[in-house]
């Protein structure tokens, strides 16, 4: 708590502020309601706070923000929205056509914004040229987890291509290990799917199929070769794990029944939280035939229109620290993401974290940094739910054809344009 | 001939039993699970007696949800009231003076039992925006009360059907006048289908979730989104003991009030209110 | 009964007293017709307009049924209500009534019993869904006890099988509401004349027999409550599906109300959510008007 405390004396110094002046009141929609993720979530509460302001906590859990949307929804038509509301990616775009986004460009200004954020985010935060979302940080989703000591009993090899992870799993089943823990729910599957994507198609022909909703290649053999693979990846799925957790799943790799995990570097706070050290503990891989790449899920705070000038003033102030480096340094660490500041010191971080922020700029340059699709980057909620159905009715049906599964996902998104 | 009766006393006797089991089950493991801890729910199972006893899932739930019970009581309190006055009121006009079209309304009434409210969200948030009434648990008694009243009015108006119409006729006759025959001669005996109405609609309001987190934020959620923002967890270990502790401290007044008030639920169920 | 009969002068008061019952009940019908009424009609207008994220009024016509109509997750989701809604009314009516009947012989401790067969209708949904997920869970609950307990080849894994997924719903629904049902019988058994029952042992009937034939055909009007009760739950089981399943595996567990508030509020598809609310609501009244039709014309002869 000490370390919190100093660390808010020192934003609301950097703020130049006095600190009782224009106190408004924020009220912030969130669904980071558990372990870290409420820790970091209180941090930015008691950095608001400091500043003079009343932070009004606005908690819905369940259904990664699911129930959050439906009450944001129910509020905005009340004509009464939070003053922000953890919205992503083309949603954004959504609400800003809907003419209920707070134009955020003088705190961008004030605070070099354009300078810090990597072009990308900086487009995804934009509504018709004006910010109006701040990015809280940049989750990666294409990574392999697994536990050496089980890979070392079952002699299987850390994988690099999509080749050597099914011979892996091999090895894992032939030794009595569950080789992959999966929890069955609609968007593990569709991150799973999402990863053999990028693998199969590669960065280009994935943005392709997903950003441009291309049906020359959603229909392609490439994607067909996606989903059997999907279907052979499959086989490697112990049988109860429908509805499972994606943190039970981690569970088991961590306490060695299972070999491998397919998740986003979110997982990775569940082995910090369990005293587990990256590199020896745990590996963190590129997804096997991903490296190179980088799907990206990042957090972002949109901001609603404010009437009450104090409030707005608040919501200012909110929107600046959120990428404060302190609160980036803190926030982060305790969700396992990457800073959004392509300029923050990563020597405080752990070695996937550093791996991963490499990555990230490296991925950045070439092309291979790519929005994801499962966690509602690379299209509106509607191409994103109609993916899921399909999806994980596949993964479901251990009949089910590779061949007509692309069509039907091309037909599914075809039908929700 | 007493031997073959007593044989089939013994059998209804195990069948009773046996379903009772079944009924318990559920809830002898939730207790069960809540006083285990973490290390214990993952090496037993389900119904293994926890190797220590300890109240820490207790603790944690109530620092949880415990601040979110409170508001559970502001609006629950109010609402029930309200609705059962109201249901009490038409109930009674739906039953006892009738006119034309009243029958069409009470059809309509019933039929509104079976919306599902999902439907009713973006509409009656416009509408409650308009009122001001945005994010207030006034927002949420009103809605309960709208959305609590098909029920309360099908149970008062069940309920008075089968009240002879002598009576009131006999009032009328004597000159009293509406609300005068409803104080003197029907609310005396209304007793039994208070009893249900209240427990009815207090289950139903105090269990009730999609309203809550829709029409309510932050300080001024009931204790059901509490819980399902402790339950729902997206990252962190599942504690069950404490989400099982949870769920029995949210659910504890409704049982509380069924199994103390259970006997008057099923008096006046007895009384009438089953009589369509 | 009518009551402008009654009244032959009409002094001022008296015509209020005439118009009381209606201005009783006007606030209500006001609240009825906008609250129910108004807002089926304005998820009706908006079923044939384009809206995604928010309302909009772009009219497209029946394009939204038709998507509907081709949509997969929906069929699956219609068929899963009525194989859920089903078996659940019908399983809960006879378990009900049995328990109702088996309490109804003179049973000691009685009331201890039914407070126990009608606690879980004092739970939530949530709560219910939580903890009988626990319960069906292949890798933790009733399966692993039996396992443990020596019963080496059980296996019981209905909640992962997506064929099998909606028994697990109709097991908790049961659990959950059959003791209510049970309530509603036994209240309505102690309303029957004991003569009766009396009377037609005497000329030897068997037990079992003056139920089924006398006492349980007596019992209309509670059928009719019952039936009321069950489907109101079986139409908002929503809480229930959304805790235990969340509508998998894969969808195989979806119900109408799930699919329904997926699209309107997550999936940004509020036009075909509203299609599809439409449709539910459509449902419902071709079942149950004819029926209210038919039960509230009855009562006006009596």
């Not at chain 2, 006999?170 to 009293?176: K, M, P, Q, T």
């Not at chain 3, 903890?131 to 307990?149: T, V, Y």
């Amino acid at each position: 708590m000490n370390a919190i405390s100093r660390l808010s004396t020192a934003v609301s110094l950097a703020a130049l502020m006095p600190l009782t002046a224009l106190a408004g009141e924020v009220e912030v929609l969130h669904w980071w309601t558990s372990g870290g993720e409420k820790r970091a979530a209180d941090t930015l509460q008691k950095l608001v706070e400091d500043q003079g302001h009343t932070w009004k906590d606005f908690a819905v859990a369940g259904g990664g923000g699911e129930a959050a949307m439906t009450v944001l929804k129910t509020r905005a038509v009340s004509g009464n929205p939070p003053a922000a509301a953890q919205i992503k990616g083309p949603d954004i775009q959504e609400w800003g056509e809907l003419g209920l986004l707070a134009d955020l460009n003088q705190v961008a200004e004030q605070n070099g914004w354009n300078e810090l954020l990597p072009p990308q985010v900086i487009e995804a935060m934009q509504f018709g040229g004006d910010y109006v979302a701040v990015p809280v940080n940049v989750h990666r989703v294409n990574w392999l987890w697994i536990n050496p000591e089980v890979f070392a009993k079952a002699g299987a090899t850390p994988p690099t291509t999509l080749d050597e992870f099914f011979a892996a799993a091999e090895k894992l089943k032939a030794a009595g290990f569950m080789p992959l823990a999966h929890g069955g729910q609609p968007w593990q599957d569709s991150t799973v799917f999402e990863d053999l994507a990028l693998a199969v198609l590669g960065p280009e022909d994935f943005h392709k199929a997903f950003v441009e909703l291309d049906e020359s290649v959603l229909t392609s053999t490439k994607m067909v070769e996606v989903f059997t693979a999907l279907q052979k990846l499959r086989g490697y799925v112990d049988a109860n794990a429908a509805g499972r957790d994606w943190n039970s799943a981690t569970a088991m790799v961590m306490n060695g029944k299972a070999g491998m995990q397919i998740m986003g570097d979110w997982a990775k706070s569940e082995w910090t939280a369990a005293g587990k050290v990256a590199g020896s503990d745990y590996e963190c891989l590129p997804f096997p035939g991903t490296q190179g790449s980088f799907a990206y899920n990042i957090d972002s705070l949109a901001m609603f229109k404010l009437s009450n000038a104090d409030n707005r003033k608040a919501q200012e102030d909110l929107a600046r620290t959120v990428l404060e480096p302190e609160f980036q340094q803190f926030f982060n660490q305790n969700k396992g993401s990457i800073p959004v500041r392509m300029d923050q010191d990563m020597s405080s971080f752990d070695a996937c974290a550093q791996k991963s922020m490499v990555d990230f700029k490296e991925a950045a340059g070439n092309g291979g940094l790519q929005p994801s699709l499962a966690h509602g980057m690379a299209a509106s909620s509607y191409v994103q739910g109609a993916v899921f159905d399909v999806v994980t009715n596949f993964f479901n049906d251990p009949k089910a054809d590779p061949q007509k599964a692309a069509q039907q996902l091309a037909a599914a998104i075809q039908a929700v344009q | 001939m007493t031997k073959p009766v007593s044989l089939s006393r013994v059998a209804i006797y195990a069948t009773l039993l046996a379903a009772c089991a079944v009924y318990l089950i559920p809830l002898v493991i939730m207790l069960l699970t809540s006083f285990k801890s973490p290390e214990d729910i993952r090496t037993g199972n389900l119904l293994s007696w926890p190797e220590v006893f300890t109240a820490i899932g207790w603790l944690k739930a109530w620092d949880g949800v415990g601040g979110y019970f409170w508001n559970s009581v502001k609006i629950t309190i109010p609402a029930v009231l309200i609705s059962t006055v109201i249901g009490a009121l038409n109930g009674y006009v739906l039953a006892m003076w009738r006119f034309r079209g009243s029958q069409l309304f009470f059809g309509l009434l019933l039929f509104g039992c079976f919306l599902p409210f999902q439907v009713v969200l973006l509409p009656a948030s416009f509408t409650i925006g308009q009122l001001g009434l945005a994010n207030t648990t006034s927002g949420l008694v009103l809605i309960h009360v709208v959305y609590g009243m098909a029920f309360t009015t099908l149970f008062f108006r069940n309920y008075y059907v089968s009240i002879p119409d002598a009576l009131v006729r006999a009032a009328r006759l004597d000159g009293a006048g509406f609300f005068t025959i409803f104080g003197r001669i029907l609310l005396p005996m209304s007793t039994p289908i208070i009893m249900v109405c209240l427990i009815w609609q207090f289950t139903q309001i105090w269990n009730d979730f999609l309203f809550g987190v829709v029409f309510a934020s932050g300080d001024t959620q009931p204790i059901t989104v509490a819980l399902n923002n402790l339950v729902n967890t997206s990252t962190g270990a599942k504690e069950y003991n404490v989400d099982m502790a949870a769920a029995m401290i949210a659910g504890l007044p409704t049982l509380v009030v069924y199994v103390l008030a259970g006997k008057y639920f099923l008096r006046g169920l007895t009384a009438g209110a089953v009589k369509g | 009964m009518s009551s402008i009969a009654v009244f032959t002068k009409a002094s001022p008061l008296d015509a209020l007293q005439r118009w009381l019952p209606k201005l009783v009940l006007a606030p209500s019908m006001l609240i009825i017709l906008v609250g129910f009424y108004g807002y089926i009609l304005w998820t009706f207008l908006l079923s044939f307009t384009s809206s995604r994220f928010m309302p909009n009024y772009s009219w497209v016509g029946l394009q939204q049924y038709a998507r509907l109509w081709d949509n997969d997750r929906w069929w699956v989701a219609s068929q899963n209500l009525l194989l859920f809604g089903g078996l659940f009314i019908g399983i809960s009516l006879v378990i009900g009534v049995l328990l109702a009947v088996l309490l109804d012989q003179r049973i000691r401790r009685e009331g201890f019993i039914r407070t126990i067969f009608l606690y879980p209708m004092a739970l939530s949904m949530i709560v219910t869904g939580t903890a009988w997920k626990w319960l069906l869970n292949p890798g933790l609950g009733i399966d692993k006890m039996l396992r443990d307990w020596g019963w080496e080849g059980f296996r019981f894994d209905w909640l992962v099988d997506p064929d099998r997924v909606v028994y697990c719903l109709v097991i908790a629904a049961v659990w959950q509401s059959s003791g209510f049902v049970m309530a509603l019988f036994l209240a309505g058994l102690r309303g029957v004349d004991q003569s009766i029952i009396r009377a037609a042992q005497v000329d030897g009937a068997s037990l079992p027999n003056i139920y089924l034939r006398i006492v349980l055909p007596s019992l209309g009007p509670v059928f009719f409550s019952a039936l009321m009760i069950l489907s109101h739950i079986a139409i908002k089981s929503f809480d229930l599906v959304a805790s235990m399943t969340a509508g998998g595996p894969g969808y195989a567990s979806d119900l109408p109300a799930m699919f329904m508030y997926a699209h309107t509020f997550t999936r940004g598809q509020m036009g075909l959510g509203a299609a599809s609310a439409i449709l539910m609501l459509g449902a419902v009244l071709a079942i149950l008007v004819p029926y209210l039709y038919s039960e509230l014309r009855g009562k006006r002869h009596d």
